[in-house]
């Protein structure tokens, strides 16, 4: 039985039983997407503002081999210290580390289908995996993508970051049928940036019409998740320019330094962060920020309509 594995918090377990809304978040980007204390802080601060917008969060990891829905304090406080030293979990990780009796930090994919398991349809986060620069001859496409396609969530996030070959991305979504939304705007954001050079599939301006075609999708049995791209508030968003080539540096040191699999994304992550100092880190801070209201009005809108 799947609740054997499973440990919902009794205040996400309430939400959940009374139809209130419940947005899940993820934990890799806590322990490898930013340094301690700023995680910890900004991982409190999301779990506030999904409860200032009407929703309960659930931040989900998994420690000693339980999947968890929903973290305490301290729990939070834990995967923030320990940072890149907890392993990373996407779908494939999970059973081994169930039976390790591990902690694991879960991605966008693993955070999904732990999500769906609880029955939470709406997720937050900075930035989702993508196809990466150069997958044409590494193959490195992240397994966010596929669990999009194949997992009834969706996903909140500030574009894809310019790390991916967004193009490429966009062609993988729309293979597998994933379509991508953006919240009041018709091109792409770029995580940093409000704009890229791709267009979304569908713009909607308001969370209710969000998740009305959400609604619509899987009353229909449209396997699959969503993409909902949301730019960064502009007075938030960094210079093109400046994290273009911060970027390509990071790719640079990338292959110089050989790395590959799971550890790129982290690698890429932290040497941007590093090179562009903290601003990078306040954007990312913000983006996440504003994601989390946005997934919480969405999330509200679904359970009302439910
Ligand atoms: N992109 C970000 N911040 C992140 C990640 C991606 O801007 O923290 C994390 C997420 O957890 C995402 C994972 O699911 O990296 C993707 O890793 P990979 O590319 O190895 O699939
Ligand atoms: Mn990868």
Same mark, same amino acid.
Not at 69 to 97: H, M, N
Not at 130 to 158: K, M, P, Y
Not at 225 to 253: F, L
Not at 283 to 303: E, G, P
């Given at each position: ?28 980007? &806590? ?7 700023? @995680?910890?802080?900004? +991982? ?5 503002? !999904? ?17 968890? !829905?929903?973290?305490? *304090? ?13 392993? =990373? ?9 169930? +039976?390790? #009796? ?18 939470? =349809?709406?997720? *937050? ?9 150069? +997958? ?23 574009? *894809? =970051?310019? &790390?991916?070959? &967004? ?15 953006? %919240? ?7 995580? %940093? ?8 599939? %569908? ?13 619509? #999708?899987?009353?229909?049995?449209? =396997? ?24 390509? @540096?990071? &790719? ?7 790395? #590959? ?31 989390? #209201? ?13």
């Amino acid at each position: 039985m799947l609740a054997q594995y499973l440990d919902i918090h009794p205040e996400v377990q309430q939400a959940l039983q009374s139809g209130q809304a419940v947005v899940a978040l993820e934990s890799t980007i &806590i322990s490898h997407g930013m340094p301690y204390p700023q @995680n910890v802080e900004t +991982a409190k601060k999301v779990e506030q503002t !999904v409860r200032d917008n009407g929703a309960i969060p659930a931040t989900i990891a998994m420690i000693q081999g339980r999947l968890k !829905v929903g973290l305490t *304090a301290e729990e939070l406080e834990y995967f923030g210290k320990t940072g890149q030293s907890i392993t =990373k979990v996407s779908r494939r990780d999970i059973p081994f580390i169930v +039976a390790k #009796k591990a902690d694991g930090a879960t991605t966008v994919a693993s955070t999904m289908i732990i999500a769906a398991m609880a029955d939470i =349809k709406v997720f *937050a986060t900075g930035g989702i995996g993508g196809v990466h620069r150069g +997958a044409q001859e590494t193959f490195d496409i992240s397994a966010d993508l596929e669990e999009l396609a194949a997992t009834n969530v969706a996903v909140v996030c500030a574009g *894809a =970051k310019s &790390i991916l070959d &967004i193009g490429l991305t966009l062609e993988f979504l729309e293979t597998n049928g994933v379509p991508v939304i953006g %919240y009041q705007t018709e091109t792409l954001p770029a995580f %940093y940036t409000r704009e890229s050079d791709f267009g979304v599939d %569908y713009r909607l301006d308001t969370p209710e019409a969000i998740a009305e075609a959400l609604a619509i #999708k899987w009353s229909l049995h449209l =396997k699959g998740g969503a993409v909902i791209a949301n730019p960064i508030p502009s007075e938030y968003a960094m210079d093109k320019a400046s994290i273009d080539s911060a970027i390509q @540096n990071a &790719i640079s040191e990338m292959d110089k330094a050989g790395v #590959k699999g799971k550890a790129s994304t982290p690698f890429l992550l932290a040497k941007v962060a590093e090179l562009t100092g903290g601003n990078s880190l306040d954007a990312n801070i913000q983006l996440v920020l504003n994601n989390a #209201k946005l997934a919480s009005r969405i999330a509200v809108s679904l359970s009302a309509d439910a």
